[in-house]
């Protein structure tokens, strides 16, 4: 038995699953590709990537590590969107998904949107069957609205599989690839769990690199080395000291960057949750599915409800947003909480603007809003901004110590 | 035959006023303190020698002009008598918020242009007077109401260089777009609780995003549908180009990027400035017509949290058909709430009648487009747009009034058509398209375009849009087109379902219009627009079109300069197009401040 430690045990896995960040079509993806997979690309949590992982298809959700000069891509969308959209697009530019199938592209923000187009205009990717859907996502949760997405995915996604691949897409073919997801959800979260320990014994770096490993390889060949590590966490212990001097929850757009979280981690603050786009929150909850009703509607309408993308603007979602902050902090024993969000994202730009104010002025909590680009890991600039923020952490906790109110 | 009611509803303008007086007395007290310091502060000797210089800077002006009209040939001064003058730039003076005199379009002109500037004085004064305390308090609130005082400024800058029936017919549409904006302007004044504060009219008021358009509100004549942020945010931006700094100064301190559209971004600037009125029973948000409008919403809801808000929010594939029917429930649950706020009923009769009414103007608008396809294009310049966006699109059919000048434009369109009028005086060079968001701050650059350059703009992107005519007997086809108008209403129609929409769009509109040159507005924060850039020049190149990218930054002069945007004309118009001005005095002046 490992006895309380100065350091935490290094974990088995950690650096095989670094190493399958390094690249878009990583080795368990070629493995999955070479046994009959057929390789899905997506980016948007309003894809349900459950229904990628239908049958003998697929899901990677789209990355582009290592990236570095954007200057096609800004030639094609400009300097002033999104960094996330140009990375992808000046990736494929470069051939770097030539490994897909088919991209499953859904309209819910523009940039993202003109990212898939352009993966079309520009012909991307030479396979011949290779295609790239455009669904549109509504903005609201209702029972309309529902059953308008459910068609979306219903026509513009699951036939389309069948059409080209020739992919069962029933109901049964549904359950099972839900079955196979819940299980990685569960062992998810259940490493999530395990940040809301006073002494945790895992590092958010750690679980962003789990967690981002679920997203972008296949489920199936994944999944035994994500119960290896949840075996081996259950008997990690803790440090006898934490080297980490406050504890964030993080909130906002996309983050597929681990650097970031490390950055983080670096200057003392330890990320207890992920409540963003790539993050666990949404993401990794199990979709409890009923006998009765048909799965694909239980699936889009888990989706919707779930989903915390500031691009729902009904006032009940607002509202559901800040609850969510709020709760995961709070669950996780946050000492605050970062909003950040991607450049010139709009979406994220406003709701940052706001909710950071409402969240610190309503909910009480010290907050740091930041914007970034796509690749964090040596931006200097962040890494004063999230020092400052570890130390009025601080000061307040030994205000509160002190008996301040 | 039954009587047309009036229109808007007279009641709306006699709904009763609590005005809370020593409410009024405080803030009058306030803003006297600010102007008595204004005054204290200011520097009397120099304001004294600042008026000096003025009247030289005239003197020398009239000189000038008195020289340069002695050394013409007889024909020129006839010409000029007869036609008036010919360089513009003259008007324009350093640090002047308006130009420095009315301009001279020849005797009958002239004389035309006066009774027309006298009429439009007739309906503002006429129309405020039907509430004018509180329309007048506003501009002890607002620093919107004050910019509205220049109005005829504004009409004379987008009239600028028009002669004959253009002339005319831009007067009228002119005059369109004033009564709508003054009507609203002075329900505005009642409704805002700091102000009219009148509970009677309220119970009336639907309140609707800016850009959503109003023809729903055909359906519940009682009622009175306002765009909330058109007044005090959009409209007033295209007649200050400095309206909307202070708005978004404030939102961005608040923490707003920088990089997001100064269309929202001003609106919610205005909330964090508490520049909007609070007013009105629910507030109807919209998805229109860009990631950046849909969330400016959130900050209405914020700001008024006891003002019931609902979010209509069409598909963005429009284009899908599939997505049509929850895009009609969206309309129906939006009818049930402001049954709801309001009391009042959904009423088909009144809605039917009012679409006919919008399916005419929709006529005429066509006809207009006709006209300008051919080589003889009539209507064109700034008040054209500025009345399809204000007016056609926003009041939708409601107004009633709004046909007899449709049918007056009509009638001098097709005379100066049979006539081969040229719409501006010897200015026809080339035929251009405007293509994406225009920027605000410079609404009459196409006036511009056509005086410095003779680009004559045909039309502009955010012009075509829904076109067919819609249902008027049929309530389920009825709803559905209601839907679909929406979902294609201004800048959503293009921006939208797909790039194929504003892309290849692009290059069909430039076959059918004959035009080569494409004013291609480069809105540095647009991101739907931003991301085609690439696109729209590859393949604008391929087809041999000239696209001339004017950079600009919407609502905020300070990114991007009107004399900037022009020197990016002038350096393409010399070096690509190796191409001369026709009035040389309008390409380099300075108009940093000019409203």
């Given at each position: 038995m490992q006895k309380e430690g100065v350091t935490l045990k290094d974990l088995k896995h950690l650096i095989y699953f670094e190493s399958l960040l390094e690249d878009a079509n990583n080795e368990l993806v070629r493995q999955a590709h070479e046994e009959g997979g057929v390789t899905l690309g997506y980016t948007c949590f309003h894809i349900p990537e459950v229904l990628l992982n239908v049958d003998r298809c697929f899901s990677v959700r789209l990355r582009a590590p290592k990236t570095g000069s954007l200057d096609i891509a800004t030639y094609y969308m400009s300097n002033y969107t999104c960094d996330y959209a140009r990375a992808l697009v000046e990736r494929a530019i470069e051939g770097g998904y030539q490994f897909l199938d088919a991209m499953i592209g859904v309209d819910a923000c523009s940039a993202m949107n003109r990212a898939m187009e352009h993966f079309e205009i520009l012909n991307v990717n030479e396979k011949p069957d290779f295609f790239v859907t455009h669904t549109d996502m509504p903005l609201k949760v209702t029972d309309y609205y529902i059953d308008s997405y459910v068609e979306q995915m219903r026509v513009n996604v699951l036939d389309r599989l069948t059409e080209v691949f020739g992919v069962d897409t029933s109901d049964a073919a549904l359950r099972a690839a839900v079955r196979e997801h819940n299980e990685m959800c569960a062992i998810i979260s259940e490493i999530g769990e395990m940040r809301k320990a006073e002494k945790p014994i895992i590092t958010g770096y750690e679980f962003h690199i789990m967690n981002l490993v679920s997203y972008t390889c296949p489920t199936r060949l994944i999944l035994p080395y994500l119960r290896e590590t949840l075996v081996e966490l259950k008997t990690r212990k803790p440090d006898s000291k934490s080297p980490f001097r406050a504890r964030v929850a993080i909130v906002g757009s996309e983050i597929d960057d681990p650097s970031l979280t490390k950055l983080i981690e670096d200057v003392g603050a330890l990320v207890v949750s992920d409540r963003y786009c790539f993050g666990s929150t949404p993401g990794r909850e199990v979709i409890e599915l009923n006998d009765e009703e048909d799965a694909l509607k239980q699936i889009c309408r888990h989706y919707m409800e779930v989903g915390e993308c500031a691009r729902y603007i009904s006032d009940e979602k607002v509202q559901q947003r800040r609850d969510t902050a709020d709760r995961l902090a709070r669950e996780f024993h946050a000492d605050g909480i970062i909003y950040e969000q991607m450049k010139y994202c709009d979406y994220w730009g406003f709701e940052r603007a706001l909710a950071s104010h409402v969240v610190h002025e309503e909910y009480g909590w010290p907050v740091l809003s930041i914007d970034r680009v796509y690749s964090n890991g040596s931006s200097g600039q962040l890494r004063t901004r999230v020092q400052a923020f570890v130390e009025s952490l601080e000061i307040k906790r030994i205000q509160r110590e002190r008996g301040a109110v | 035959m039954e009587k047309t009611p009036k229109y808007p509803n007279p009641a709306l303008y006699r709904a009763k006023n609590n005005i809370d007086w020593k409410a009024q007395w405080k803030n009058f007290k306030e803003v006297a303190g600010i102007f008595g310091g204004m005054l204290k502060e200011t520097d009397w000797k120099k304001f004294g020698q600042d008026w000096v210089e003025t009247l030289k800077a005239d003197g020398k002006r009239i000189s000038e002009e008195y020289r340069a009209f002695a050394a013409c040939t007889p024909e020129e001064k006839l010409e000029a008598i007869r036609y008036g003058e010919k360089h513009l730039g003259r008007l324009y003076r350093e640090g002047c918020f308006a130009p420095v005199r009315r301009e001279w379009r020849g005797v009958k002109d002239t004389i035309y242009d006066f009774y027309e500037w006298a009429r439009l004085w007739g309906v503002l004064l006429t129309t405020f007077s039907k509430d004018l305390v509180p329309a007048l308090n506003s501009a002890l609130y607002y620093r919107w109401m004050i910019s509205y005082f220049c109005c005829h400024s504004f009409m004379d800058k987008n009239l600028m260089g028009l002669r004959g029936s253009n002339l005319r017919m831009s007067h009228e549409l002119t005059l369109c777009m004033f009564r709508y904006a003054a009507e609203n302007l002075v329900l505005l004044a009642k409704g805002d609780a700091k102000n009219g504060n009148s509970a009677e009219l309220n119970k009336k008021v639907v309140l609707f995003d800016e850009m959503t358009m109003s023809q729903i509100m055909g359906g519940f004549p009682d009622l009175i549908g306002i765009p909330y942020q058109l007044f005090p945010v959009f409209m007033v931006s295209e007649m200050d180009q400095l309206i909307c700094v202070p708005y978004i100064d404030a939102v961005e301190s608040f923490g707003l990027p920088a990089d997001t559209c100064p269309v929202p971004s001003s609106e919610c600037g205005s909330l964090v400035l508490d520049a909007l009125p609070h007013m009105g029973s629910c507030f109807i948000s919209s998805s229109m017509p860009c990631d950046g409008s849909v969330m400016a919403s959130s900050y209405v809801a914020r700001r008024f949290p006891d003002l019931p808000v609902y979010h209509l929010c069409f598909p963005v594939r429009y284009e899908d058909e599939k997505t049509l029917d929850a895009a009609v429930q969206d309309v129906k649950d939006c009818i049930r709430f402001v049954e709801e706020q309001t009391g009042a009923k959904w009423n088909w009769d009144a809605y039917f009648e009012s679409i006919r009414r919008f399916n005419t103007e929709t006529q005429y608008e066509l006809q207009k487009w006709e006209v300008n396809k051919t080589n003889y294009p009539q209507l064109i310049g700034p008040s054209v747009e500025l009345y399809r966006k204000w007016n056609y699109e926003m009041d939708g059919g409601l107004d009633p009034r709004t046909i007899k000048s449709c049918k007056k434009v009509d009638k001098l369109l097709m005379k100066a058509y049979e006539q081969k009028e040229e719409a501006w005086r010897n200015k026809m060079r080339y035929r251009a398209i405007v293509w994406s968001c225009p920027p605000h701050y410079y609404a009459n650059f196409s006036n511009w375009l056509a005086n410095c350059w003779g680009v004559n703009v045909v039309v502009e992107m955010e012009s075509l849009n829904f076109t067919k005519p819609l249902e008027t007997e049929d309530k389920d086809e009825a709803l559905r087109d209601l839907a679909r108008l929406y979902e294609r209403m201004v800048m959503r129609r293009h921006t939208n379902g797909g790039y194929h929409n504003v892309v290849t769009e692009l290059w069909k509109q430039c076959e059918e219009w004959n035009a080569n040159i494409v004013i291609m507005w480069?809105?540095?924060?647009c991101k739907n627009m931003a991301t085609v850039q690439g696109i729209l020049d590859e393949q604008g190149r391929e087809l041999g079109l000239h696209l001339i990218w004017i950079p600009h930054d919407l609502m905020d002069p300070r990114t991007v300069s009107r004399r900037t945007m022009r020197d990016t004309v002038s350096s393409y118009m010399r070096t690509v197009m190796n191409a001369e001005p026709i009035d040389e005095s309008l390409l380099d002046f300075a108009d940093d401040v000019t409203m």
């Amino acid at each position: 038995m490992q006895k309380e430690g100065v350091t935490l045990k290094d974990l088995k896995h950690l650096i095989y699953f670094e190493s399958l960040l390094e690249d878009a079509n990583n080795e368990l993806v070629r493995q999955a590709h070479e046994e009959g997979g057929v390789t899905l690309g997506y980016t948007c949590f309003h894809i349900p990537e459950v229904l990628l992982n239908v049958d003998r298809c697929f899901s990677v959700r789209l990355r582009a590590p290592k990236t570095g000069s954007l200057d096609i891509a800004t030639y094609y969308m400009s300097n002033y969107t999104c960094d996330y959209a140009r990375a992808l697009v000046e990736r494929a530019i470069e051939g770097g998904y030539q490994f897909l199938d088919a991209m499953i592209g859904v309209d819910a923000c523009s940039a993202m949107n003109r990212a898939m187009e352009h993966f079309e205009i520009l012909n991307v990717n030479e396979k011949p069957d290779f295609f790239v859907t455009h669904t549109d996502m509504p903005l609201k949760v209702t029972d309309y609205y529902i059953d308008s997405y459910v068609e979306q995915m219903r026509v513009n996604v699951l036939d389309r599989l069948t059409e080209v691949f020739g992919v069962d897409t029933s109901d049964a073919a549904l359950r099972a690839a839900v079955r196979e997801h819940n299980e990685m959800c569960a062992i998810i979260s259940e490493i999530g769990e395990m940040r809301k320990a006073e002494k945790p014994i895992i590092t958010g770096y750690e679980f962003h690199i789990m967690n981002l490993v679920s997203y972008t390889c296949p489920t199936r060949l994944i999944l035994p080395y994500l119960r290896e590590t949840l075996v081996e966490l259950k008997t990690r212990k803790p440090d006898s000291k934490s080297p980490f001097r406050a504890r964030v929850a993080i909130v906002g757009s996309e983050i597929d960057d681990p650097s970031l979280t490390k950055l983080i981690e670096d200057v003392g603050a330890l990320v207890v949750s992920d409540r963003y786009c790539f993050g666990s929150t949404p993401g990794r909850e199990v979709i409890e599915l009923n006998d009765e009703e048909d799965a694909l509607k239980q699936i889009c309408r888990h989706y919707m409800e779930v989903g915390e993308c500031a691009r729902y603007i009904s006032d009940e979602k607002v509202q559901q947003r800040r609850d969510t902050a709020d709760r995961l902090a709070r669950e996780f024993h946050a000492d605050g909480i970062i909003y950040e969000q991607m450049k010139y994202c709009d979406y994220w730009g406003f709701e940052r603007a706001l909710a950071s104010h409402v969240v610190h002025e309503e909910y009480g909590w010290p907050v740091l809003s930041i914007d970034r680009v796509y690749s964090n890991g040596s931006s200097g600039q962040l890494r004063t901004r999230v020092q400052a923020f570890v130390e009025s952490l601080e000061i307040k906790r030994i205000q509160r110590e002190r008996g301040a109110v | 035959m039954e009587k047309t009611p009036k229109y808007p509803n007279p009641a709306l303008y006699r709904a009763k006023n609590n005005i809370d007086w020593k409410a009024q007395w405080k803030n009058f007290k306030e803003v006297a303190g600010i102007f008595g310091g204004m005054l204290k502060e200011t520097d009397w000797k120099k304001f004294g020698q600042d008026w000096v210089e003025t009247l030289k800077a005239d003197g020398k002006r009239i000189s000038e002009e008195y020289r340069a009209f002695a050394a013409c040939t007889p024909e020129e001064k006839l010409e000029a008598i007869r036609y008036g003058e010919k360089h513009l730039g003259r008007l324009y003076r350093e640090g002047c918020f308006a130009p420095v005199r009315r301009e001279w379009r020849g005797v009958k002109d002239t004389i035309y242009d006066f009774y027309e500037w006298a009429r439009l004085w007739g309906v503002l004064l006429t129309t405020f007077s039907k509430d004018l305390v509180p329309a007048l308090n506003s501009a002890l609130y607002y620093r919107w109401m004050i910019s509205y005082f220049c109005c005829h400024s504004f009409m004379d800058k987008n009239l600028m260089g028009l002669r004959g029936s253009n002339l005319r017919m831009s007067h009228e549409l002119t005059l369109c777009m004033f009564r709508y904006a003054a009507e609203n302007l002075v329900l505005l004044a009642k409704g805002d609780a700091k102000n009219g504060n009148s509970a009677e009219l309220n119970k009336k008021v639907v309140l609707f995003d800016e850009m959503t358009m109003s023809q729903i509100m055909g359906g519940f004549p009682d009622l009175i549908g306002i765009p909330y942020q058109l007044f005090p945010v959009f409209m007033v931006s295209e007649m200050d180009q400095l309206i909307c700094v202070p708005y978004i100064d404030a939102v961005e301190s608040f923490g707003l990027p920088a990089d997001t559209c100064p269309v929202p971004s001003s609106e919610c600037g205005s909330l964090v400035l508490d520049a909007l009125p609070h007013m009105g029973s629910c507030f109807i948000s919209s998805s229109m017509p860009c990631d950046g409008s849909v969330m400016a919403s959130s900050y209405v809801a914020r700001r008024f949290p006891d003002l019931p808000v609902y979010h209509l929010c069409f598909p963005v594939r429009y284009e899908d058909e599939k997505t049509l029917d929850a895009a009609v429930q969206d309309v129906k649950d939006c009818i049930r709430f402001v049954e709801e706020q309001t009391g009042a009923k959904w009423n088909w009769d009144a809605y039917f009648e009012s679409i006919r009414r919008f399916n005419t103007e929709t006529q005429y608008e066509l006809q207009k487009w006709e006209v300008n396809k051919t080589n003889y294009p009539q209507l064109i310049g700034p008040s054209v747009e500025l009345y399809r966006k204000w007016n056609y699109e926003m009041d939708g059919g409601l107004d009633p009034r709004t046909i007899k000048s449709c049918k007056k434009v009509d009638k001098l369109l097709m005379k100066a058509y049979e006539q081969k009028e040229e719409a501006w005086r010897n200015k026809m060079r080339y035929r251009a398209i405007v293509w994406s968001c225009p920027p605000h701050y410079y609404a009459n650059f196409s006036n511009w375009l056509a005086n410095c350059w003779g680009v004559n703009v045909v039309v502009e992107m955010e012009s075509l849009n829904f076109t067919k005519p819609l249902e008027t007997e049929d309530k389920d086809e009825a709803l559905r087109d209601l839907a679909r108008l929406y979902e294609r209403m201004v800048m959503r129609r293009h921006t939208n379902g797909g790039y194929h929409n504003v892309v290849t769009e692009l290059w069909k509109q430039c076959e059918e219009w004959n035009a080569n040159i494409v004013i291609m507005w480069q809105h540095v924060a647009c991101k739907n627009m931003a991301t085609v850039q690439g696109i729209l020049d590859e393949q604008g190149r391929e087809l041999g079109l000239h696209l001339i990218w004017i950079p600009h930054d919407l609502m905020d002069p300070r990114t991007v300069s009107r004399r900037t945007m022009r020197d990016t004309v002038s350096s393409y118009m010399r070096t690509v197009m190796n191409a001369e001005p026709i009035d040389e005095s309008l390409l380099d002046f300075a108009d940093d401040v000019t409203m």
